[in-house]
């Protein structure tokens, strides 16, 4: 786990990354890097994507690195930039269904400077997506084109070759799952209740 910069450590910290100390950009690289693809995630299904998304917001930041003042502007121009590139491939991808059309809403919709009620929404997806990972290839499958695509179960079936209710079994028993293995995380049980609500659309 890399270590917090103190402030103690701020100013001369940020001269050697604007010097363009390597070690210095590492530093950043490696303590925002988790929170940032998680961010990411909420939007973007596609683990590779959201890591070419880092890979140039970081790029960017690099280029730009005498213009920082602070951690906290490097940290907000990240954000900003990992958040426009993912509305710029929502986008460009045209995606219609009105599951998307909200993710671009929430993007549009996000707030910089605050980053603690990000912080929390990012560990919930992060821990969503842990237990998704756990589930049979199949039933993780049908899931992730319900949840992050915003698919209808006939839709699913026929893209799979599956049984519509097969679809429906599948996408009730893996939430059922994911709920039982969060249910001592009380600040899961709004979204849990919200994305039982999206299945039943």
Not at 29 to 57: H, K, M, N, T
Not at 74 to 103: G, P
Not at 154 to 175: E, H, Y
Request: glycine share 2%; net charge positive; charged share 30%.
């Amino acid at each position: 786990m890399v270590e917090a910069i103190s402030l103690y450590e701020t100013k001369e910290f940020i001269q050697r990354f604007k010097s363009g100390d390597a070690k210095a950009f590492e530093h950043i690289f490696r303590q925002c890097y988790e929170r940032l693809y998680w961010f990411g995630r909420r939007f973007i299904s596609d683990p590779q994507d959201v890591e070419d998304i880092l890979s140039e917001a970081y790029l960017k930041v690099w280029k730009r690195r005498q213009y920082f003042d602070t951690i906290d502007s490097v940290k907000a121009f990240l954000h900003v930039a990992i958040r426009n590139q993912c509305f710029d491939l929502l986008k460009q991808q045209q995606i219609r269904t009105e599951h998307h059309r909200q993710l671009l809403n929430q993007l549009s919709e996000t707030e910089v400077g605050d980053f603690s009620m990000e912080d929390l929404q990012v560990e919930l997806v992060k821990k969503i997506f842990s237990q998704i990972e756990r589930l049979p290839p199949k039933m993780r499958e049908i899931f992730l084109l319900s949840y992050q695509e915003g698919l209808k179960p006939a839709a699913i079936a026929k893209k799979l070759g599956l049984n519509v209710q097969t679809v429906k079994n599948q996408k009730v028993t893996a939430l059922r799952i994911i709920k039982s293995a969060l249910s001592n995380e009380p600040s899961l049980v709004l979204l849990i209740v919200l994305m039982e609500r999206l299945f039943d659309a």
